[in-house]
Every structure is written in C-alpha cells, then in structure tokens.
C-alpha cells in the first residue's frame, strides 16, 4: 500500500506545482493585460498613432498624386515631342528656304553676266583654235585684211 500512498503523495505534489505554475502564469497574463490596458488608454500613444496615421494618409495621396501627374505626363509626352520635331522641321524647311533665296539672289547678276559673256569667250576660242591652225600664207592675208601691222606683234 505504500506504494500507493507514495504515487498518490507524488501525483498531488505535481499538481500543486502546476498549479503554482499556472497561478504564476496568471498573475504574468493579469500584469500584462494591465499594461495593454495602459498603453491602450495612454494619451502619448494614441497621439503618436493618430499622427502616424495621418502621415499614412498624407504619403498615400502624394503616391497616387504623383502616380497621377506621371500618367498625364506620360498622355502628354507623345503629342509635345511630335510638335517639337514638326516646329524644328518647319524652321528647318524654312532656313533652307531662305538660304535658297538669298544665294539665288546674290548670284543672279553674275549668272546674268556669265550668259551674256559666254557666246564672246567661244567666240574668242574660235578665232583662237583657227588662228592657231593658220599657215602662214592665211596669217599674211588675214593680217592684210584686217590692216594690222606685222611688226607690232
């Protein structure tokens, strides 16, 4: 029988120390929920947490914000770039145009010029390539008729 009492003594023992346990865990669970109780009804914290919460907020609206002038620049991007070669190509036609023009103009009169020299150049080079083809029987007679002096050349 004393085997009996013994595990009966030893069975109780470790109840009471898990009760003892379980009393302290208690009293740790009843410690604990009054500091939550506490920090839920501290001032400073809710405060802290209602500005967090406002920074929140604050930082939400300036992502979609931003997302949104990045969504309008991106709408607005295609159409300005396709101006801007347009104007840069109309200023390009433009100045090209212009250059024509001006160089036309400033080379008018000497073409004008050139055209009313060029028949008296062949003309020139003619009497030159047959002059230079003379003998000198043609020479004499030329010289004769054009009453040029033969010493003077």
Known sequence: MSNALDLFRAQQAAAEQV???LN???DLLRRLND?????AHDKELRQILHEEHTWLDTAHRLVTETRRWREEEARRH???LVY???AASLFALASAYVAAVG???VTKPFAEELETLRPRAELGQLLEDRMSTMTPAERRQLDALMKWKRDAR
């Open 35 to 39: 500091q939550v109780t506490q920090l």
């Open 84 to 86: 801007r070669w347009i």
């Open 103 to 105: 160089y036309a103009r």
């Open 78 to 80: 295609w159409p300005a």
């Open 24 to 26: 302290d865990v208690a």
């Open 19 to 21: 009760l003892d346990r």
